[in-house]
């Protein structure tokens, strides 16, 4: 049929992305899915198919199960820390309430796969897509109620942070916060260490190099066994 795959993919309990790729995979099959329920004369399915909205809703899954595959795999990944899911799921709430706006406006440009079928929105769209942002913006906030509290401040900038962002109940905490601000010996080592360590790590040579591994090593009071690491590591037969 010079469609642009051979097959349909199946969602698996195994892999987790692989439900939007279902998605997307049936949204570009559409046409011959059509002719395949009307060959078979599946007339139910066909109807239901062929209903108005139906290829409107399908390819705005495609495009909100990209969004939600792309901010799950930014929350995997060695090395990646609690206040760093914060700032990503906060950001995610916040184009959540950002596209709802557009949406709200007639503007789907950030829809990519809608707006290749709808040129123009009407209402009915707009309604459906609208609702439907609202109800998943809603989940997220259910699902992580203290979301919007958390900050990282404190913990990216604690000589700027303000006192506030420790709970008054937290007495030691917030003078403990106090005293530390006012330490000028801290603040000096703070904004100096990681600049330091940064320029041996990256020259120029080295300048599209992630540090950020290499960094947290040469920052940590821990040190590392090199020997022992490299002991476990099996040598490769060439050497």
Known sequence: MDAAHETLIFHTAVHRLSKGNVVQRVFEFREEISLFFRIQNKQDLLSAWSAGSFEIRLAYLVDIFKQLNTLNLELQGK????????????????????????????????????????EE??????????????????????????????????????????????????DNAQTELLTLQED?????????AAFSQLLPIKTKHRNRLE?????????????????????????????
Request: with cysteine; proline share 5%.
């Open 121 to 170: 929105s009407d209402a009915a769209t707009q309604n459906l897509i609208t609702q439907h942002l609202e109800a998943l913006e809603g989940e997220f906030k259910r699902y992580f109620p203290d979301i919007q509290s958390l900050t990282s401040r404190l913990v990216r900038f604690p000589f700027t942070a303000p006192v506030t962002c420790i709970p008054d109940d937290s």
């Open 79 to 118: 090395g990646s820390l609690k206040i760093d899911f914060v700032d990503k799921m906060k950001a995610f709430i916040r184009k959540m309430e950002n596209w709802r706006r557009k949406v709200g406006v007639g503007n789907l440009a950030m829809l990519e796969t809608v707006s290749e079928i709808a």
């Open 211 to 239: 540090v950020k591994h290499d960094l947290r090593c040469a920052l940590s009071e821990t040190k590392p066994r090199i020997k022992k690491l490299v002991d476990n590591l099996q040598q490769h037969p060439s050497h």
């Open 184 to 192: 000028s010996g801290a603040r000096m080592k703070f904004e100096t």
